[in-house]
């Protein structure tokens, strides 16, 4: 996506608790988003209809209809990025696998400097300049010695997450299906499950964003698989 050529920014909160939806308010709108708030699941997607937003902060515990179900509801006609907030740790594995396609997701209790910092790291990587000169690659691979870094910070992974990454990030931009990553990843025909992908890509994940907490690395694309966000000139 390129960027829109309206500034400020919209984020649509939805988020039922006064005092949380209040707060995120004030501080969205002091890193300088537009926002717009809803308290009520039933009433988002006719909103996005109507009004697309740039962004979605989306609690998932909210009357009228849940944030798993208004996620769902957004993907049949929006690409818009969403981010999840949840305070229920056992819904955690399934956003962490983000097949409900949402982009990201927050724990409750969280901070809003957290929220602001998520919302602009994925603002940079959805909405980037139209024409813009690649940067030096922050990320380097090397195979020899089995050894992988970002931002000259050394990766500490396994051999399944060091091809899961060569995969992922030899392919910036390209999706691969559960099934594509797991075929590549073993080659001696044992029984895994697509769920085994999704533990990779959920330590990947972790073992990246330690590194580099303002950046997002891998996105779910709903109903397909994931895809490396990194630019294409982003591998060495």
């Not at 969280?110 to 000169?133: H, L």
């Not at 399944?160 to 990843?185: C, D, H, M, T, Y």
């Amino acid at each position: 996506m390129s960027e829109p050529d309206t500034a400020p920014l919209t984020i649509l909160i939805v988020e039922d608790e006064p005092k949380l939806g209040q707060l995120l308010v004030d501080y969205l709108q002091a890193a300088d988003y537009r926002t717009h708030w809803l308290t009520r699941g039933d009433e988002v997607a006719d909103y996005l209809l109507k009004t697309p937003a740039a962004l979605v902060l989306l609690d998932l515990m909210l009357p009228g209809r849940d944030g798993l179900a208004v996620c769902r509801d957004i993907r049949r006609f929006s690409d818009v990025p969403i981010i999840m907030m949840t305070a229920k740790t056992e819904e955690i594995d399934r956003l962490l696998g983000l097949e409900i396609g949402a982009d990201d997701y927050i724990c409750k209790p969280y901070s809003p400097r957290e929220v602001v910092a998520r919302v602009k790291a994925i603002m940079r990587r959805c909405y980037r300049p139209a024409a813009s000169a690649p940067l030096p690659s922050p990320l380097k691979i090397d195979e020899n010695r089995f050894k992988a870094s970002y931002r000259d910070r050394l990766l500490d992974l396994t051999p399944a997450e060091f091809r899961l990454l060569k995969i992922l990030a030899g392919a910036p931009g390209k999706v691969f299906s559960r099934e594509a990553l797991l075929n590549q990843l073993y080659d001696d025909y044992r029984v895994v499950t697509d769920r085994t992908i999704d533990s990779h890509i959920k330590n990947l994940r972790r073992k990246l964003e330690c590194l580099a907490d303002d950046v997002v690395f891998i996105r779910a694309v709903y109903g397909m698989g994931y895809r490396w966000e990194a630019e294409p000139g982003d591998l060495v």
